[in-house]
């Protein structure tokens, strides 16, 4: 059984930095694509930032230039690093690992970002 178990989350005043953390327990091999999504309350859950195996990076326009995306492939873990945190930030943060033979999608518990004014 894979779970992905995540930390880091808080409350941060803006222009403030947070690292958050995923790491999967379990055996899971050959993790193609890790992820990080976010859910604000009222709004649809949205892609933040990915990375695949090769190291490929991908951010959504609002935060790149703040956020990086990162992974520890001996760890199965994954990072993102949140800086000039933003209110908008404020959201709950999950991350998801996509493993596509055979195909798995794993998702974390989510853990809260909240960044006030």
């Known amino acids: 059984q894979v779970q992905l178990v995540e930390s880091g989350g808080g409350l941060v005043q803006a222009g403030g930095s947070l690292r958050l953390s995923c790491a999967a327990s379990?055996?899971?091999?050959?993790?193609?694509?890790m992820a990080w999504y976010r859910q604000a309350p009222g709004k649809q859950r949205e892609s933040v930032a990915t990375?695949?195996?090769?190291?490929?990076?991908v951010y959504a326009d609002s935060v790149r230039g703040r956020f990086t995306i990162s992974r520890d492939n001996a760890k199965n873990t994954v990072y993102l690093q949140m800086n000039s945190l933003k209110p908008e930030d404020t959201a709950v943060y999950s991350c998801?690992?996509?493993?596509?033979?055979?195909?798995?999608?794993?998702w974390g518990q989510g853990t809260q970002v909240t960044v006030s004014s």
């Open positions: 379990g055996s899971i091999f050959s993790i193609n694509a």
């Open positions: 998801n690992f996509i493993v596509w033979s055979p195909y798995r999608n794993y």
């Open positions: 990375i695949t195996s090769g190291g490929t990076t």
